[in-house]
Structure formats: structure tokens, C-alpha cells
Antibody, heavy 115, light 110 residues
Framework: EVQLVESGGGLVQPGGSLRLSCAAS????????MSWVRQAPGKGLEWVAN????????YYVDSVKGRFTISRDNAKRSLFLQMDSLRAEDTAVYYCARGWYFEYWGQGTLVTVSS | QSVLTQPPSASGTPGQRVTISCSGS????????VNWYQQLPGTAPKLLMY???QRPSGVPDRFSGSKSGTSASLAISGLQSEDEAEYYC???????????FGGGTKLTVL
């Protein structure tokens, strides 16, 4: 069974940092593109970033470029999102999703940026 | 303001057929596949349709998708109460190199 479990969310002050993790099981992580998608409270879905199977290509939405870094450790079956210089508008549930088409999603982890 | 445009709401009675539209541009829908996601209240999104009209395993054939030019549609026939959810379209934008989503359509089963 495919499982994606996010962790690392929490309350952080503006300007602070958080590192999200996504533990993958039930499939071979190294064969899939992986993405982070977020959803602000009461709002729609917004794609944040994705990373190719071997990490050689990464893409980001403009609003997080230079502040967020997506990475992966296929051997440890994990996907990461390093979030720096956090802003209030980054407050959202962050989902990791498998594949180019986001075939599977985790349950999400809530990031709250507030003083 | 989302790059892809969806109606904010749609509704129908049980057994009816409803359609949800998704409008984009030549750099996203016009040049790439469209996917649809269903998000039931309080849960994570789920892939409902990929590559315009392909249903993942387990998705009922009451759901169908289509694309023409820079627009796409999701149709739900034989509407059921459990179809009440938020529906999102998405496509890769070739010029921006980003995935873009529609703003979502809240489907209400009356």
C-alpha cells in the first residue's frame, strides 16, 4: 500500500525556518517525480515545488523561489522541503504528492507562520 | 487569482449529470494534459482524472473528462451524495515551468 506521511509542521515566527519531511512507503521512491502542494486555510490548492527522480531537476512556484528548497533521499525513502524566511502567507497545510500527476497524496502537515 | 479558471460552485440533484469547466491558455491546457482532483471535506485531495480523460483504478466510470483547445471539462453522471466535494483542475504550464491549479469548484448535491 502506498503511504506518504508528512511531518515537521508547526508554529514559526515570520522570518523563521522549518524543514518538512515526507516518509514514503509501499513503492520505490526513486522511480517517481515528487511534489509539495499547499493549501492555505479555506483556500484552494497551490503547487509549491517538484523534484525529478534523481534530483537533477527542480521547479518552484515564483513566490517561494530563493526561500524554499526541495530535496530527496531515495535511500531513506524521504522527501524534504526546507523553508526559510517564512512569511505569514506561507501558512498552509503542506502535502507531499507522488508522481508527475500527483497520483497519491499524504495527509498533510500544518505550517503556521505567526508572531 | 488562479491561472486556471473554474466556476466557484456547481450543484445537482441525485441522478443528474453535472459538468465542471476549467479554462486556461495555450501554455498550459492548450499544450499539456489536464488532471482533476477531488477533495472531500476534511481530507487530502485525490486524483480523479489524468491525461484529460483517464480514470485511475477505483474511480467510477460515472466520472469522465474531456479537453478542447484551452478548456477542459469534468462530467459526473448519475450524481450521488458522496460526490459532494471540491473539485480542482490542474495542468503543467510550459512557459512558466510550474503546475497551475484552478481555484476549485464546490459541488453540492441537493
Amino acid at each position: 500500500e502506498v503511504q506518504l506521511v508528512e511531518s515537521g509542521g508547526g508554529l514559526v515566527q515570520p522570518g523563521g525556518s522549518l524543514r518538512l519531511s515526507c516518509a514514503a512507503s509501499g513503492f520505490t521512491l526513486s522511480t517517481y517525480w515528487m511534489s509539495w502542494v499547499r493549501q492555505a486555510p479555506g483556500k484552494g490548492l497551490e503547487w509549491v515545488a517538484n523534484i525529478k527522480q534523481d534530483g537533477s531537476e527542480r521547479y518552484y512556484v515564483d513566490s517561494v523561489k530563493g526561500r524554499f528548497t526541495i530535496s530527496r533521499d531515495n535511500a531513506k525513502r524521504s522527501l524534504f522541503l526546507q523553508m526559510d524566511s517564512l512569511r505569514a502567507e506561507d501558512t498552509a497545510v503542506y502535502y507531499c504528492a507522488r508522481g508527475w500527476y500527483f497520483e497519491y497524496w499524504g495527509q498533510g502537515t500544518l505550517v503556521t507562520v505567526s508572531s | 487569482q488562479s491561472v486556471l479558471t473554474q466556476p466557484p460552485s456547481a450543484s445537482g440533484t441525485p441522478g443528474q449529470r453535472v459538468t465542471i469547466s476549467c479554462s486556461g491558455s495555450s501554455s498550459n491546457i492548450g499544450s499539456d494534459f489536464v488532471n482533476w482532483y477531488q477533495q472531500l471535506p476534511g481530507t487530502a485531495p485525490k486524483l480523479l482524472m489524468y491525461s484529460n480523460n483517464q480514470r485511475p483504478s477505483g474511480v467510477p466510470d460515472r466520472f469522465s473528462g474531456s479537453k478542447s483547445g484551452t478548456s477542459a471539462s469534468l462530467a459526473i453522471s448519475g450524481l450521488q451524495s458522496e460526490d459532494e466535494a471540491e473539485y480542482y483542475c490542474a495542468a503543467w504550464d510550459d512557459s512558466l515551468n510550474v503546475w497551475v491549479f484552478g481555484g476549485g469548484t464546490k459541488l453540492t448535491v441537493l
